[in-house]
């Protein structure tokens, strides 16, 4: 799955659009390589978003296309 997608599907953005603009401002990266939106992720996989002065790190555990709301948090885990 393309990392803008599994962003918006597991709701840590809010919209695909705008994790398509952080990952091609070059705010994501994946195992500390800064990736473009349409890199492939899978479980395992650290991913880093910088968000203005600060950033997230998380683990993905499993890759779903849909996911409801309440399952969103089980794809991934925060570090």
Known sequence: MRIDKFLKVSRILKRRTVANEAAKAGKVTVNGKEVKPSYDVKAGDVVTIGFGEGEMKFKIEQ??????KEEAQNLYTIL
């Open 63 to 68: 890759v779903k296309e849909t996911v409801r």
